[in-house]
């Protein structure tokens, strides 16, 4: 019975995960999600599943049940949608069905969906991690230990040896001297490790929409770094003119007004990688959102030389994502692609709308840097 459980609940899930699979470009770009519970698990809407239900069988007819109908009408209520209006209905509601999926399943389906290939690690993964391992058996330790199987297998032998093991009667009681016990050590293995360094303009014609736009595309990026890395950190800079460090919350419902000087942000993102990150031991993921808007072509200049010299030596990837705003100029990514546009570990996106999130995911992670 358990095994036939198990086996059903298998094929729901791979049923829930072909749903969410054909439905996924719709809740990128509608960020149509209820909302992650605790932090491993995300809680999806999949309205297509039908929901189980008895019907009329044509093969009897009589006894229970007897009465109007057809063969397959479903039974308690007519298919048809209730008449609304703030009236009680008679007829049967569209069913909304919310699956819990850990982020490994959705990063898994968005990988499948978009085809994106395993990350290249970038780190040397000298930063180790230790953990015990169940390696032998001993004849101490805590009882929360104890080796039940070996336990009784001595207690057995004991009893055979000594003659006092009757088959008719197998009562085996453990003594003292046949308790076994799991025994440990502990191990250290190489834990590759990456951080994501968010930048986002925060001026004034980066409204609402766009942050929107920003805040359902880093969620994925997060979900699939995630699935990749044992170890992922995520910092938030936010700038107009000048840039500060700031937490998820704050870098997601900050509005500010003022001028624009990108590089501001990119010399605090150097400073971050050289005092926390070593290239050697980290796999930095630096991403920038903005408009296209900055202060001058001097400071667009001084953003290539930081990038240049600072940043992209020591990064897998420098990714930015141009968010089209009415008030923006856009030029900053034309003057990216001018300077830098060879240069492999540059990913530039334009981001028109939310239905642009998906290309846009694809256009970061598609290379497997």
Known sequence: ????????????????????????????????????????????????????????????????????????DALGGSPTEGEGSG???????????????????????????????????KGQSKIRSSKDRYTGIRRTGPESLRHFKRTYRESLR???????????????????????YRSWRETTEPVANAVIIYMMDVSGSMGDEQKEIVRIESFWIDTWLRRQYRGLESRYIIHD???????RDTFFHTRESGGTMISSAYRLAAKLIDQEYPPDQWNIYPFHFSDGDNWSMDDTLSCIEILRKQILPDVNMFAYGQVESPYGSGQFIKDLREHLGDDARVVTSEIEDKN??????????????
């Open 158 to 180: 004991r009893a055979i040896a000594s003659g006092m093991y009757d088959k008719d009667e197998p009562m085996l009681i453990p003594q003292h001297e046949d308790k076994r």
């Open 1 to 72: 019975m358990s095994l036939k459980i198990d086996q059903d609940y298998g094929r729901f899930r791979n049923i829930v995960r072909g749903k969410i699979r054909e439905g996924l470009r719709k809740y990128i770009s509608q960020g149509d999600m209820i909302g992650r519970k605790g932090k491993d698990l995300v809680s999806i809407p999949i309205p297509q599943i039908d929901i189980p239900r008895f019907t009329f069988d044509g093969r009897h007819s009589g006894g229970v049940g007897q009465g109007d109908g057809e063969v397959g």
């Open 356 to 369: 642009a999130i998906v290309n846009s995911i694809k256009d970061f992670l598609g290379k497997g840097n």
């Open 87 to 121: 009236k009680a209905g008679k007829g049967e509601g569209q069913h909304m069905l919310e699956v819990d999926i850990t982020l490994d399943e959705l990063a898994d389906i968005l990988g499948q969906e978009l085809e994106l290939p395993d990350i290249k690690n």
């Open 241 to 247: 003119a000048v840039a500060r460090e700031v937490d």
